[in-house]
């Protein structure tokens, strides 16, 4: 599995060593991890441990949207919390401000588990390695020596090599959807409630 460094290393070859700045590359194979985890729908999970009288909790990091609230305290059961608004006065949750809202307040203590849609963990370190599927990893290299190879500092007169990587960038990103798309099926068809 490549990490952030090998990654610009395969830019640095891939544009033939005419670009070095690392700050930028790192922007680009960033924001082609970025599309590519918004395609994957990636899921965090976050644990809420309920305080009576409490009903604000902060929200993960790298939360992007909500999914679904569950109390597994009881042994085969779960009992899912609905995402209700604000305002209304029903059993479930809320979100608002960067915040979990427990409707109604919690009256005793026990822990809630929160899956909700994630951003991607940014890459920053040589070590990063992206939270996609390993096979996918070199798109993102191809994303960003393509989007390099445009840059009109490099005063490259054939566009021919960057037009050949951002296809391929955009057969792969297809490719991963398909395959995003086939995977969230497989796991809803195995999903399993336990009531």
Not at 4 to 29: I, K, P
Not at 157 to 164: A, C, E, N, W
């Amino acid at each position: 599995m490549p990490a952030l460094g090998e990654l610009r290393q395969r830019v640095f070859h891939a544009t033939s060593g005419l670009y070095t700045e690392t700050y930028h590359m790192d922007n680009l194979l960033n924001d082609a991890l970025n599309q590519l985890v918004e395609i994957a729908k990636l899921r965090g999970v976050q644990t809420l441990s309920l305080v009576p009288g409490t009903d604000t909790y902060t929200l993960a990091d790298n939360f992007k949207s909500p999914g679904q609230l569950l109390d597994t305290n009881e042994q085969n059961c779960a009992i899912p919390y609905e995402l209700v608004d604000i305002t209304e006065n029903r059993f479930g949750y809320a979100i608002e401000n960067w915040n979990i809202i427990i409707k109604p307040v919690p009256q005793q203590s026990k822990e809630l588990t929160h899956y909700y849609y994630k951003y991607a963990t940014q890459l920053v370190n040589d070590s990063d390695v992206p939270e996609i599927d390993s096979q996918y990893h070199d798109l993102l290299s191809t994303y960003a020596a393509g989007m390099i190879l445009l840059l009109p500092t490099l005063q490259i007169q054939d566009k021919t090599l960057s037009d050949r990587y951002l296809v391929r960038w955009q057969e792969g990103k297809l490719n991963f959807a398909n395959d995003m798309q086939r995977k969230n099926k497989a796991t809803r068809g195995r999903t399993v409630n336990l009531w």
